[in-house]
Structure formats: structure tokens, C-alpha cells
């Protein structure tokens, strides 16, 4: 394992395009963007998402990996080098992997929960419409029906990766785990397209329907891509700071953000037309369409035991490439700040994993009634780290690099490995486009949880 006096590095731009790709592609690609695409008319919400993906999504990840690969270092530091006014900052943005990736390990456990069940051949009992309130509430019987049994073997795969460190454990593992995703994704994608009557449903997800075109579509694949891509946790900042300095951050930037883009579309093309087959238009979102609605739909369609274990091996994949990259980032975060080794890093990443993972996995059952503003644990940490500190995070960033510490700080690391086609577009969508969206993103959050307004 490394020690504290090495970072480590990735081997180069395949190794760190596989790990950064595999930390944007997550559940979020799986349970949100299908549901997205569908309450937005369909074709037009995924020309939309392209549009701002390309513009939008390409010029803060070019930010936050130059930033990382300038100093260095991981959040909290990097901003440090910024300036010492600015060590606040990256203390704020270091909070939120810390906080996502105990809940992500418990929603993991879930997945991995799931997978299992349908290898064994008890898919059908998943079909049943009280099972994952029953298992959510730890009210099943049995060591292995309890959530917590779950959420604990995920979490220690997932420290266990970042152990080995970088190269020789978060690098190595997206390289099995990106093609593997990429790979299932494309052959379920194949096999639903064979289903008879899926027209109706492809026509559904495919065709625009400019009429549901509103500011709406645009907040709705702006915050979508802004989650799904990994931005504003510090995620991209640390993977930068590994990144070696003949690697062109403009064209990783632009490779990293539009496979994740492709991932989300097979999703899309995946789950939407199937459900619309199967169960009917009207697509629920988050962890009711993956835990709840999806086993309908397998159930209902040939092989159906057979796709369902296929999904939830597709889905554990992708919560994996994404929980890795979390944890990497609080333990880099625990060795730049402190100096200590790996393993020790490590030791209590994943103790506070367990700490705050408790609290996610039982907010459904033993501790229901303690609600943090009317919320379950894990809906409160969600909502707190997606619709409120992370578009601060990136909000304030933009400031910070557009108008204080000036684009220039980005442009000159970017021009080490190439010329930066995009520098104009760069300037403009930073300093001024990225933080109104922000803005935006950060204020219909607010309006959404006080009930006034819906993405």
C-alpha cells in the first residue's frame, strides 16, 4: 500500500479516463436520468442534456482537474494554494464526499442486496410490493435480510479497493469495472430492443415532443448532469491531482463528460421503453424505479429472472466505480491535511462510513422517528449535499476562479499538454453562464424541498 510521502499517480490517460469516467457514471444514470428524460418529452431532454453537457458540464470539469493537477493536492489544500482566504472553501467541499459516500454505501448495499437475490433465483419475491419497505425497515428476519449486513459488506469492498491505492487499486478496478458496465449495458440494451411492441416505448424516449420544451427541461438537465458528472465534491479535483502532466485536460474533460452522457442515454434506452412495454408511461424516479418498478418489469418479460440479475450486476458496477472514487477522495483528503499513511486513512474513512451509514441505514425502521427537517437520514444527507452544498461549492468556485484568482490560473495548466481550443467559451461560460445556473440549480432546490416548486 502507498505511504503518506507518495500520492501516487495514474499510469496515464486511459487509466485516469476509465477512473474518472467510472466515478461520473453512478446510480444517478440508472434511477434519475431514465425517469428525466421521460417527464421531459424525451428527445428534446436528451438534445438539451447534450447541449449543456458539451458547454456546461465540460468547462467546470476542465476547472476542477486543472485545479487539482496544478497543486497537486486535494481539495482542501488546492484551495489553500489558491490563497489562505479561500481554505474555507475547500474545508466546505471536503464535507460533501464525506457526507455522500456513507449513504451511497447503504443505497449500495441495497443494490448488492438485490443482485444476490435474483442470483439465487428469489427474484420474484422482490416483484412483491412490500418487499423493499420491509428490507429499507429492517423488519425481514435473518442475518442476510437485514440492511445493515448489506451496507457493511459494500462499504468494506469499497474501502478495501482504495486501499491498494491509485494505480494499483482505483485505477485497476475501473479497468475491469468500466468495460464490464459499458459492455452489459450495451448487450440489455440489445436484448430489450428485441422485445415485441418495444416501437411504442423507443418511440416515447426518442421522439421530441417540443411542446414540453420550458426553463423546466433546462434546470432539469442541468442539475442532472451537475450530479451526475461528479462535480463540486472534490472528486475531480483530487483524480486531477493525480493526473500526469502530458495528459490534455481539454480533451479528457470532453471524453470523461460525454461517456458518461452515453451511459446515461443506454440507461435511458434501457429502462424507459421497457417500463412503457411493460407497466405503463409514467416513470417513477430514485430508488422506486430501481428498487420497485424495475422488478415489476422483470417479472413481467421473458428471461425476466435472468435480465434482473444482469441490471442489478449493472447497477452494483456503477455504484462501485462511483463509491471508490468517494472514498479516495476523504482519504486523500485525511493525507494531504494530516500526513498519514494509506492505511491508517483508510481505517478511519471507514469507520466514519459506518458512523453516519447506520444512521442512513436505519432512518427507515428502528430510528424513523428522528427526521432532520421532516427528512429520513438518508434523504436529509442527500438533500443537504445535492441541493444545497453542492451548488454552493460550485457556485462559488466560479467566482473564485473567474473573478479573483482569474481564468488565467486554469488556461496556463491546460496549455502544458496542448493549446486550449475553447479558451474564449471557457472565460464566458465560467464567469458568467456556470454561476447563474447555480444559482438557479441552488434556489429551485430550496423552493422544491419548501414544496413551492418541482424539477
Avoid at 418498478?293 to 455504484?319: D, N, Q, R, Y
Avoid at 425502521?365 to 441541493?387: K, M, Q, R, V, Y
Wanted: charge should be neutral; aromatic fraction near 14%.
Amino acid at each position: 500500500m502507498e505511504q503518506a510521502t507518495s500520492r501516487g499517480s495514474f499510469s496515464g490517460r486511459l487509466g485516469f479516463i476509465l477512473a474518472a469516467a467510472g466515478s461520473a457514471v453512478g446510480l444517478g444514470n440508472l434511477w434519475r436520468f431514465p425517469y428525466l428524460a421521460e417527464q421531459y418529452g424525451g428527445g428534446i431532454f436528451l438534445l438539451t442534456y447534450l447541449v449543456l453537457v458539451v458547454t456546461f458540464g465540460v468547462a467546470l470539469m476542465i476547472t476542477e482537474l486543472a485545479v487539482g493537477r496544478r497543486t497537486g493536492k486535494s481539495c482542501i489544500d488546492a484551495f489553500l494554494d489558491l490563497g489562505e482566504r479561500y481554505k474555507i472553501v475547500g474545508w466546505f467541499i471536503a464535507l460533501i464526499p464525506l457526507i455522500i459516500v456513507p449513504y451511497y454505501c447503504v443505497i449500495g448495499g441495497w443494490v448488492t442486496k438485490y443482485f444476490v437475490e435474483y442470483t439465487v433465483g428469489a427474484g420474484s419475491e422482490l416483484a412483491n410490493g412490500t418487499f423493499f419497505g420491509d428490507f429499507t425497515s429492517a423488519s425481514l428476519p435473518g442475518l442476510f435480510d437485514s440492511p445493515v449486513t448489506w451496507f457493511l459488506i459494500y462499504a468494506v469492498i469499497s474501502v478495501a479497493v482504495v486501499a491498494f491505492g491509485v494505480e494499483k487499486g482505483v485505477e485497476r478496478m475501473s479497468k475491469v469495472l468500466m468495460p464490464a458496465l459499458l459492455l452489459l449495458l450495451v448487450g440489455m440494451c440489445v436484448y430489450m430492443m428485441t422485445l415485441p411492441g418495444i416501437g411504442d416505448g423507443l418511440s416515447y424516449y426518442l421522439v421530441p415532443n417540443f411542446d414540453e420544451f420550458s426553463m423546466s427541461t433546462v434546470l432539469g438537465a442541468m442539475g442532472q448532469l451537475f450530479y451526475s458528472l461528479s462535480l463540486a465534491m472534490g472528486i475531480m479535483i483530487t483524480y486531477g491531482s493525480y493526473m500526469r502532466k502530458n495528459v490534455d485536460i481539454e480533451k479528457s474533460a470532453l471524453t470523461i463528460c460525454l461517456t458518461d452522457t452515453s451511459v446515461a442515454f443506454l440507461s435511458g434506452l434501457m429502462v424507459v421503453p421497457a417500463v412503457v412495454l411493460f407497466i405503463g408511461p409514467g416513470l417513477s424516479s430514485g430508488p422506486g424505479l430501481m428498487f420497485e418498478t424495475m422488478p415489476l418489469v422483470f417479472e413481467s418479460m421473458p428471461a425476466g429472472h435472468i435480465i434482473g440479475a444482469a441490471f442489478f450486476l449493472l447497477a452494483m458496477f456503477a455504484a462501485w466505480t462511483s463509491s471508490i472514487s468517494l472514498c479516495e477522495t476523504a482519504v486523500s483528503i485525511f493525507r494531504d491535511r494530516w500526513g498519514w499513511k494509506r492505511s491508517i486513512a483508510c481505517i478511519v474513512c471507514m469507520a466514519m462510513i459506518v458512523v453516519l451509514g447506520l444512521l442512513s441505514c436505519l432512518g427507515y425502521g428502528p430510528l424513523a422517528g428522528i427526521e432532520p427537517l421532516g427528512l429520513a437520514f438518508l434523504d436529509f444527507f442527500d438533500f443537504i449535499t445535492n441541493s444545497i452544498m453542492m451548488p454552493i461549492a460550485a457556485l462559488v468556485t466560479c467566482v473564485i476562479i473567474g473573478y479573483f484568482v482569474k481564468t488565467r490560473f486554469v488556461e496556463e495548466e491546460i496549455e502544458l499538454s496542448g493549446p486550449f481550443r475553447t479558451k474564449r467559451a471557457y472565460r464566458y461560460l465560467v464567469k458568467v453562464i456556470c454561476p447563474v445556473f447555480m444559482a438557479l440549480i441552488l434556489i429551485t432546490g430550496l423552493l422544491s424541498y419548501f414544496g413551492v416548486y418541482t424539477i
